[in-house]
């Protein structure tokens, strides 16, 4: 990186929402679009998915590499490769207290990850598809994912256990 | 805003991960607090939840103050505030494409949103208590709402219709 943008006053005028502009980009666009740089160099193929855990303090990308990534959102360092899905990722989402991630995957499993030190904890089988898209509950107790096999399923994050599943 | 951290190059340091660091902040922890700074601010009472769009250029944030607000990320300008629950927001999630908002409220209903014009499309009603979460499928076609009722409801976007509901 060289010192480009990093120039002083003449070149930073506040915007009416209080954001600083930067040379025609806003210094969070640079940012956001810097950080989504170093997320798309950290994986070996497209992502996929990205979520911001909710202090958006570390976001979650998913990709066709098969690996979930957790990046600290300030630095954009990487906190945690995520191994073990055997199809590309599809769908990322943090707990409620971000704690914990969820990954739907083309493998048709439903992951559960320790944000803190991307150890898994529970491989949730029964989809016979892709996992388009997991959710957290608002207590964090409950999982539900969606899938191309036309059913949403409900899962205990605790323990893993299947708890439900709907036909759509 | 004075030019406190608008500093030259002496006071930037680049990180391994390649964001840049300003006394002590990165560039993107600041704009990102500064965002939340002017998210709050914009609202009457506390804000519960925020959600970014796929493409981080929107932000959504309900709050006590029974409204959800859209934010432009780049300039922290309110693009819309959308006025309809009658109880707090307590969960909003973008679609896929960032279209459409979906807004859960401790009013029991759960509402879906123009994200372009900030008009109401559908006010889905059946939960008996706080909508604690929702979360659009892959397609956008299809979201689900959990529920303190302790049901998940499955709900058909483009129309509102309830599609199933699961007891759990």
Do not use: C
């Not at 502009?21 to 679009?33: F, Y």
């Not at 360092?77 to 055997?86: E, F, M």
């Not at 990322?92 to 493998?107: E, H, I, K, T």
């Not at 016979?128 to 107790?141: D, K, T």
Request: no cysteine; glycine share 14%.
């Amino acid at each position: 990186m060289t010192g480009e943008g990093e120039a002083g006053e003449s070149l930073v005028r506040s915007r009416p929402g209080g954001l600083r502009e930067l040379q025609g980009e806003t210094q969070i666009e640079r940012a956001l679009r810097e950080l989504r740089l170093v997320v798309a160099a950290g994986h070996s193929n497209s992502v996929t998915v990205v979520a911001f855990s909710p202090s958006w303090e570390m976001v979650a990308s998913g990709s066709y590499d098969r690996t979930v990534k957790l990046w600290e959102v300030g630095t954009g360092r990487l906190l945690h490769s995520l191994a073990g899905h055997t199809g590309k990722v599809a769908s990322v989402a943090f707990s409620p207290n971000g704690d914990l991630v969820a990954s739907g995957s083309r493998d048709g499993t439903v992951k559960l990850w320790e944000a803190g030190t991307g150890r898994l904890l529970h491989s949730l089988e029964g989809h016979m598809n892709e996992v388009s898209s997991v959710a957290f509950n608002a207590s964090g107790e409950m999982v539900a994912s969606g899938s191309y096999d036309h059913t949403v399923k409900l899962w205990e994050a605790g323990t893993g256990r299947l708890l439900y599943s709907l036909e759509g």
